[in-house]
């Protein structure tokens, strides 16, 4: 069945850089749209950035453009989500989704940013 499956979140400080994974299974990934998105306490689900099926065309919420930067390798399965200059606002739990596959969650991965 589908699966997503976030990793690589963790304690960093302001200023800090994480990369996040997502392996993907259970539908043919190069064929998807990708999506990274986050759930900060106490505020709705907010779509952080997308990524085309080939990786060529990419966009980015306004609060994390210029400072994240989203990827994938299709020959792996796997989407990731390089974060740079991270706030404290940017504390959540970020999730990887398709799309199609809309009503499939991981159990996300915590990202917190605090001195």
């Known amino acids: 069945q589908v699966q997503f499956v976030e990793s690589g979140g963790g304690l960093v400080q302001p200023g800090g850089s994480l990369r996040l994974s997502c392996a993907a299974s259970?539908?043919?990934?190069?064929?998807?749209?990708m999506r990274w998105y986050r759930r900060a306490p106490g505020k709705e689900r907010e779509l952080v950035a997308t990524?085309?099926?080939?990786?060529?065309?990419?966009s980015y919420a306004d609060s994390v453009k210029g400072r994240f930067t989203i990827s994938r390798d299709n020959a792996n399965k796997k989407v990731y989500l390089q974060m740079n200059s991270l706030k404290p606002e940017d504390t959540a739990v970020y999730y990887c989704?398709?799309?199609?596959?809309?009503?499939?969650w991981g159990q996300g991965t915590q990202v917190t940013v605090s001195s």
């Open positions: 989704n398709a799309p199609t596959y809309s009503n499939y």
């Open positions: 990524i085309g099926s080939g990786g060529g065309s990419t």
């Open positions: 259970g539908f043919t990934f190069s064929l998807y749209v």
